[in-house]
């Protein structure tokens, strides 16, 4: 089952405007990370929190992690074409499990126009 | 710096067809590795995780099978295919030790008819 559930399936914005997804998760989690899907190519890792983090920044990405809700939100600022793709929230179990595996939420489809 | 591969990237077989898709890691050692399976507009399922050669480990009963059977080499594989295994495949790569992050191959586009 999906841990993580993404939340608009779908947001189309304008070029330079703010784009804002959020996650959602049911059990407790030792990190969550945001990762990108171009149209037919694999995952690019984006940025990792760790449960003990409220909110961390990586260039014009912004995350935030609410583990009282059990929920996290992406921003990306000043929205260019190239940010076009599908965003996925993945979260990791309380205690690593097995293999470090995550789970993966359904994903965020962006589109940004100029 | 590290790379991963998987071939082919595309592929169309028959159903009752064997399958055999081949990913390979470079420039790391004794990878945590990951058979993924999208389906169309959706999110990734796990399929298979290893820890270390000959580890396999299934997340949901099917009819595909996994194998390591060198450090930085992981195979899926079916003895019969399935119209519903069709699918984008993905292979991916962790390092296991304090670092959580999972980098990606390029994915497999699998198309049984």
């Known amino acids: 089952s999906q841990q993580g559930e993404e939340d608009p399936q779908a947001l189309s914005i304008q070029e330079g405007e703010n784009a804002t997804m959020n996650c959602s998760y049911k059990t407790s989690i030792n990190n969550l990370q945001w990762y990108r899907q171009n149209s037919g190519r694999g995952l690019v890792h984006l940025i990792l929190i760790r449960s003990n983090e409220r909110e961390k920044h990586s260039g014009r990405l912004r995350v935030t992690l609410d583990t009282s809700k059990k929920s996290s939100s992406l921003l990306i600022t000043a929205s260019r074409a190239a940010d076009t793709a599908s965003y996925f929230c993945?979260?990791?179990?309380?205690?690593?499990?097995?293999?470090?595996?995550?789970?993966f939420g359904t994903g965020t489809q962006l589109k940004v126009e100029l | 710096s590290q790379t991963i591969h998987q071939w082919p990237a595309t592929l169309v077989q028959p159903v009752g067809s064997p399958l055999s898709l081949e990913c390979t890691v470079e420039g790391t050692s004794n990878p945590n590795l990951y058979w993924y399976r999208q389906a169309a507009g959706r999110g990734l399922q796990l399929l298979f995780y290893?820890?270390?050669?000959?580890?396999i480990s299934s997340e949901v009963p099917q009819n595909l099978s996994a194998s390591r059977p060198q450090d930085r080499q992981f195979i899926l594989s079916s003895k019969k295919l399935l119209l519903s295994d069709s699918g984008f495949y993905l292979c991916a790569w962790g390092t296991g030790t304090g670092r959580y992050e999972q980098y990606f191959g390029p994915g497999t586009r699998l198309t049984v008819t």
């Open positions: 290893s820890v270390g050669i000959g580890q």
């Open positions: 993945a979260t990791q179990p309380l205690g690593g499990g097995g293999g470090n595996k995550l789970t």
